[in-house]
């Protein structure tokens, strides 16, 4: 995928989305300062999502949050290019002390690995990936329209 829409409005990805099989490691910034992928062991899912001030990546972060209570053996990371304040401010407001949520604002190792990235409005495209606890991509779901829920079904479906 090399495209994405919001509302039906084509936008250019950064390059060809990284594929399965793949090794991710990347650095980030959490509000401890730098995060590490390498540094969370077990099987995790990223959830990657353009803006948190938004409704569709509101709902999406609340819904892994949800996700995570109910699979303990997964670690849950949600993503984006906002900044660890603009995180930290709605983690508050919605009362959210258990998301695991980092920003690729400063080091954008995420978006250069992954080409999951609209430079035109500096944002993450939506979506999951599954990573091993080796860090290999065993699966990877991009949706194609931003304006849309990732497909939640299908992810509970590969975490279980």
Not at 13 to 30: C, H, M, Q, R, Y
Request: hydrophobic share 35%.
């Amino acid at each position: 995928m090399e495209k994405a829409k919001i509302h039906h409005i084509p936008f250019k990805l950064s390059g060809p989305a990284i594929e399965k099989n793949t090794k991710l490691t990347f650095k980030a910034e959490d509000k401890n300062g730098i995060w590490n992928i390498e540094d969370i062991k077990g099987k995790k899912v990223i959830s990657l999502f353009p803006a948190i001030n938004t409704k569709i990546c509101d709902m999406q972060t609340q819904q892994i949050a949800k996700l995570a209570q109910e699979h303990k053996n997964v670690t849950f990371i949600s993503i984006s290019t906002d900044s660890v304040k603009k995180q930290e401010e709605w983690c508050a407001a919605k009362g959210l002390e258990n998301v695991l949520i980092v920003s690729d604002d400063k080091y954008k190792e995420f978006q250069t690995k992954t080409n999951a990235y609209i430079p035109r409005i500096n944002k993450l495209t939506r979506g999951f990936i599954l990573l091993d606890k080796e860090n290999i991509i065993q699966e990877i779901s991009l949706n194609i329209e931003l304006s849309k829920e990732p497909n939640y079904t299908l992810l509970d479906k590969w975490i279980k």
